[in-house]
């Protein structure tokens, strides 16, 4: 699920990019053509399921090498999600949070009558040493997902390091989120890209394989692999919220579903499509782009998230 349909996003991201090509001949024109274009009306059907609704303690896995600040950077985007505190005042008076963007998967609950989800960070834990190795099939995420939480419900978050190597990781995915149904719970596992794809999985904050190579944005914490990565766990968490079986809110085939965030694909800002991020903002003094501020002072990318209120793409800012 997830990051699962990569392959498709990315054969269809060749075909629009260059059906944009052709319309002209001048980059500034291209922009100003491809940012007129109006994708058709789509929606995410609800098919009944059930949603992570209420409390929901996500235990995190850090397989292989984590420095202390790349910890507190993924840690810090959790706490986020619900910061009661408020994010320092912009010039324009908006204050694009990461509170205010996870409200969005809040109206996917309340749409089918289920209880807003709380987000709690539970427990942390490590195996450095790599103990099944630094090449893991699919399966061996889960058996790790069900060595850390063995009980029922919860989320388990599995995240691999830079030198680990996960079966599928850049071909055809940047993460997925899975479920054992018996236990009633779900796990979401996300590689650390920068030395094996950053292209790929940790744009924009790095030139992309395919498409216009236009100068990535600042990695708003300074760490493109990791800042990469909560584009990642960010965009999953909300497919694994509103889809964690399977049978919840998804757009197109089962095995290969459009989730909240999957189905706006590269937009973060205001004006995105294929090869640019859209309209983001820049922190004057790291040079750092984000578009939604956290807790301890924090700045995230966060990908835009499709809104079942006007069945569009949405961004914070």
């Not at 790349?70 to 908006?94: E, N, R, T, Y």
């Not at 099939?137 to 995240?159: D, F, W, Y």
């Not at 395919?210 to 990695?219: D, K, V």
Request: proline share 7%; net charge positive; charged share 15%.
């Amino acid at each position: 699920m997830g990051f699962s349909q990569f392959s498709k996003l990315a054969y269809n991201f060749l075909v629009y990019f260059v059906l944009s090509s052709l319309l002209t001949n001048s980059c500034l024109s291209a922009r100003k053509l491809t940012s007129l274009y109006k994708p058709p009306p789509m929606a995410l059907k609800y098919h009944n399921g059930a949603l992570l609704q209420g409390d929901l303690p996500i235990s995190i896995l850090w397989y292989g090498n984590f420095s202390p600040p790349q910890k507190s950077i993924v840690a810090d985007f959790f706490l986020s999600l619900h910061s009661s505190s408020k994010p320092q005042l912009l010039s324009d008076h908006h204050q694009p949070s990461v509170s205010s963007w996870w409200n969005t998967i809040q109206t996917y609950l309340q749409k089918a009558g289920k209880k807003p989800s709380r987000i709690v960070l539970s427990n942390q834990f490590s195996d450095k040493n790599c103990s099944l190795g630094k090449f893991l099939k699919k399966s061996q995420i889960s058996e790790l997902a069900h060595r850390v939480n063995s009980k029922p419900g919860g989320l388990t978050l599995v995240l691999t390091s830079r030198d680990v190597a996960v079966e599928g990781f850049c071909v055809s995915n940047c993460g997925f989120h899975g479920s054992d149904r018996k236990l009633k719970s779900v796990f979401i596992w996300v590689g650390n890209s920068v030395d094996q794809c950053p292209g790929q999985c940790a744009w924009p904050f790095h030139q992309p394989i395919y498409g216009p190579q236009t100068e990535p944005l600042g990695a708003p914490n300074g760490d493109v692999g990791v800042d990469g990565m909560v584009v990642n766990i960010a965009s999953l968490l909300a497919g694994t919220v509103t889809n964690p079986f399977g049978n919840g809110y998804y757009l197109g085939p089962a095995d290969a579903p459009l989730e909240a965030a999957s189905a706006c694909p590269g937009v973060y800002g205001k004006g995105a499509y294929p090869g640019y991020a859209g309209k983001v903002l820049v922190d004057s003094s790291s040079g750092g782009s984000y578009n939604a501020l956290g807790a301890k002072g924090r700045k995230y990318l966060l990908p835009g998230l499709f809104d079942p209120s006007t069945s569009e793409c949405s961004t914070v800012v």
